[in-house]
């Protein structure tokens, strides 16, 4: 099965959040894989999930304080909104429910990254 990235195959995660807001459209450059994972995980979610942070262009993840090499730069990681410890919970369970083995927890979102050039099988402080 080919997977591309249309809105039509992801019906649980709203697409356009995925765009660096500097460029329009961008959320073309998302893998499909990881897609796949959140679409799925946001099904598991009463309301579902919000994401704060997707495909980043260079100047996007520079002004946001990025580091050099972030796995957002090539469409492999997105942040979900985790507004309380309960739904951090539920976004770290279902994202390792999916087999995502890189995990970064920040104040008020989850880091879910499958980079495969990266360390794997860790949770970081985000
Ligand atoms: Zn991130």
Not at 14 to 26: E, H, R, T, V
Not at 29 to 36: A, D, G, I, K, Q
Not at 68 to 96: C, E, F, P, W, Y
Request: glycine share 8%; proline share 3%.
């Amino acid at each position: 099965m080919e997977l591309t990235t249309t809105q039509l195959n992801f019906p649980n995660i709203k697409l356009i959040q995925f765009a660096s807001p500097d460029l329009l459209g961008s959320e073309i450059n998302m893998c499909p894989v990881l897609l796949s994972h959140l679409n799925w995980i946001a099904g598991q979610i009463p309301g579902g999930i919000r994401i704060t942070s997707g495909y980043r262009t260079i100047n996007h993840n520079k002004s946001v304080g990025g580091i050099a090499n972030s796995s957002h730069l090539v469409g492999v990681a997105a942040d979900v909104q985790t507004l309380t410890s309960a739904m951090r919970m539920k976004v770290v369970k279902l994202a390792i429910q999916r087999c995502i083995t890189r995990i970064g927890i920040g104040k008020t979102y989850v880091h879910l990254d499958i980079d495969r050039e990266k360390e794997d099988e860790i949770i970081f402080l985000s």
